[in-house]
C-alpha cells in the first residue's frame, strides 16, 4: 500500500537517493550526465532539509517495502501569497507509469500554497513536460521553449481563485 504524509527531516537522505535515481535513469533520456551531475549538486539531503522550512514536501512511501518511491513540493513563488510553485518532482522509476505521480500532484494541490495561489507554476524537465500537460498546466505566456536552464516554464490558474 502507498502512502502520503508530510517530508521528515530523517527522508532527507533516501529523498536525495531517489532523486539522484530518477534523474540518471529517467531524465538521461533528455540530459546529458553532465547536466544532471550538476543539478544533483544542488538537490542534496541538506538542501532538501532547508527547502522543507519553506515549503510543504510530501512524500510518498511503499509500505510493503517501507521505502520512499516519491517526493514533489509546493511553495510561494518568489515569496507571493497569490502565486506558487511546484518543485522537485521525482517518482522513483520503477514507479512510473501506475499513477503515483497524479496522486502526488493532486495532494500537492490540496495543500494550502496550492489553494490560495491564483497560478501556479512549475519549472519542467523536458522529461516531464508530457506528463505535467495532462495535469492541467501550459505553457507560460505560451512559450513552448526550454529556457537557459533546460527547462519549461509551465502554469495552471486555479479555478478557485479569482
Given amino acids: 500500500m502507498i502512502k502520503s504524509r508530510l517530508f521528515r527531516d530523517s527522508d532527507a537522505v533516501e529523498v536525495a537517493e531517489l532523486v539522484a ?14 547536466y544532471l551531475e550538476n543539478d544533483l549538486k544542488e538537490l542534496t539531503s541538506n538542501n532538501f ?9 510530501y512524500v510518498f512511501i511503499d509500505d510493503t517495502i517501507n521505502k520512499i518511491i516519491a517526493v514533489g513540493s509546493i511553495g ?11 518543485f522537485n518532482i521525482f ?17 500537492l ?8 495561489a491564483k497560478r501556479i507554476e512549475i519549472p519542467a524537465s523536458i522529461t516531464g513536460l508530457g506528463f505535467y500537460q495532462k495535469m492541467g ?9 526550454v529556457d537557459e536552464q533546460q527547462l519549461y ?3 495552471k490558474f486555479n479555478p478557485q481563485q479569482k
Fill in 137 to 145: 498546466y501550459s505553457f507560460k505566456n505560451g512559450i513552448n521553449t
Fill in 91 to 107: 517518482v522513483l522509476p520503477d514507479y512510473q507509469g501506475q499513477g503515483v505521480g497524479r496522486k502526488l500532484i493532486e495532494i
Fill in 109 to 116: 494541490e490540496q495543500d494550502e500554497y496550492f489553494e490560495r
Fill in 49 to 57: 532539509i532547508e527547502k522543507a522550512k519553506f515549503f510543504h514536501c
Fill in 153 to 155: 516554464r509551465l502554469e
Fill in 21 to 34: 535515481t530518477t534523474m540518471l535513469t529517467t531524465n538521461i533520456k533528455d540530459y546529458s550526465r553532465a
Fill in 76 to 86: 510561494p513563488y518568489w515569496g507571493r501569497t497569490n502565486e506558487s510553485s511546484l
